[in-house]
């Protein structure tokens, strides 16, 4: 059985040596606006660095997740922050999440809301199974 390869979304990262420039350029695909630049070191050149980009996407992901989940509940939730930070121990790419809530939940519903976060796409993407297919174009 031949395997049908369907693209839902893409991001382009594109550079070019005679830009004379460090780092490169994203895209997104049709559905959105963003363009970023990112380079490997990241601060000198006011880019984020590619491990910076897939915090955010874990970062986004969850508070999104998290918006939608109070907003069902009719939970009073004022702010949700989520920070995600990176670290390397040994061979484990350690990503790091805090959620800080501001709203009068219980304890039951802070509960609920960090069960919750475990079930945003980008959190079940990232401790699934991931194979990466790579070929020249």
């Not at 990176?86 to 350690?94: A, G, N, S």
Request: proline share 2%.
């Amino acid at each position: 059985m031949q395997e049908q390869i369907v693209f839902t979304s893409g991001v382009l990262a594109s550079w070019a040596g005679a830009s004379g420039e460090s780092g490169c350029h994203i895209e997104f695909d049709r559905d959105h606006c963003d363009h970023w630049r990112a380079d490997i070191d990241g601060a000198p050149s006011g880019h984020a660095n590619p491990h910076a980009i897939l915090d955010a996407a874990l970062a986004a992901c969850t508070a999104l997740t998290l918006e939608l989940y109070v907003k069902h509940k009719g939970w009073f939730v004022s702010r949700i922050h989520v920070t995600v930070a990176h670290k390397q121990v040994e061979d484990v790419h350690r990503l790091v999440r805090q959620i800080a809530i501001e709203g009068d939940l219980t304890a039951e519903q802070r509960a609920a809301v960090l069960r919750v976060a475990g079930a945003c796409p980008v959190h079940k993407t990232l401790t699934g199974e991931i194979a990466i297919d790579t070929s020249l174009a």
